[in-house]
C-alpha cells in the first residue's frame, strides 16, 4: 500500500462525475413541470379547501424524485441502497380527496421521467394529462350536484314540493328524511338549471315551508 491509496477518497472520485450542467437541466425542468401541474391543480380545485402548500409540494415532489433518479442511475449499488434508505420512510399524512393522489402520482412520474433523461416524454406526457384533466374536470363542473334542505310541516305538502323541484332544477332525489316533533326536515340532491337560484325564494314561501338551505356538494363534503 502506497501513501497516495492511503489518502485515496471514493468521494472525491464521484465528485469528478458530477455534471453540474445536467444537473441544473434537470432541475430546471422539473420545476417548470411541476409547477405546470401546480397550476393544474389550482385551475381544477373542485374539493373543500384549497391548500396551497399540497400546491408547493407538487414542485417540491417533482424536484427531489428528479434529484434522486439522477444520484442512484449511474451506480447500481447506489441505488439498492436508496431504496432500502427510502422504505423506512413513512408518511401519515392523510390524503381526502382521490384526485389529490393523482397529483402526486403525476409529479413523482414527471421527476423519474426527467431525471431518465427523457425529456421530450416527460413534457408532452404532462401537456396530455394536464389537457385531459382539465377537459374531465370542466365536464365535472358544469353538472354539480347540490343538497337541498327543507324543513317545516311538510306531511300534506311533501308531493307538491317534489313535483315543484322536477320544474326547476334538474334530477331531484331524496337523500334522508327525518321527522321530530319541530316538524320535518327533508334532504334533496339537486343539480341546477344555469346555476339559478332564486327557485329557492319561491320555494321559501310555499305553505308549510319554514327554512331552505341549499349547498354545494361534491359526493364526500359540504362546501
Known amino acids: 500500500m502506497t501513501f497516495n491509496d492511503i489518502f485515496k477518497s471514493s468521494f472525491l472520485e464521484n465528485v469528478s462525475l458530477f455534471q453540474p450542467l445536467d444537473i441544473l437541466i434537470a432541475l430546471g425542468l422539473s420545476f417548470v413541470l411541476g409547477l405546470f401541474i401546480s397550476v393544474v391543480y389550482r385551475k381544477n380545485f373542485s374539493g373543500v379547501m384549497y391548500s396551497n402548500g399540497f400546491a408547493l409540494s407538487l414542485v417540491a415532489m417533482s424536484m427531489i424524485t428528479t434529484l434522486i433518479i439522477l444520484t442512484i442511475s449511474s451506480n447500481v449499488v447506489l441505488s439498492l441502497g ?20 393523482v397529483y402526486l402520482f403525476w409529479a413523482i412520474s414527471v421527476g423519474i421521467v426527467l431525471g431518465a433523461g427523457m425529456i421530450p416524454m416527460a413534457v408532452l406526457a404532462s401537456l396530455f394529462i394536464g389537457v385531459v384533466i382539465t377537459f374531465l374536470a370542466g365536464k365535472k363542473h358544469e353538472d354539480r350536484p347540490y343538497l337541498m334542505i ?3 310541516e311538510l306531511q300534506l305538502a311533501e308531493n307538491e314540493l317534489l313535483e315543484y323541484l322536477r320544474s326547476k332544477v334538474k334530477k331531484p332525489m331524496v337523500k334522508s328524511k327525518t321527522v321530530s316533533e319541530a316538524g320535518i326536515e327533508i334532504t334533496y340532491e339537486v343539480r341546477l338549471i344555469d346555476q339559478k337560484t332564486s327557485f ?17 356538494y361534491n359526493g364526500e363534503y359540504l362546501v
Do not use: C
Open 82 to 101: 436508496m431504496v432500502g434508505a427510502l422504505s423506512i420512510v413513512r408518511f401519515r399524512t392523510a390524503v381526502k380527496d382521490p384526485m389529490d393522489i
Open 150 to 152: 327543507v324543513s317545516g
Open 200 to 216: 329557492i325564494q319561491e320555494l321559501s314561501k310555499m305553505e308549510g315551508v319554514k327554512t331552505v338551505a341549499l349547498v354545494s
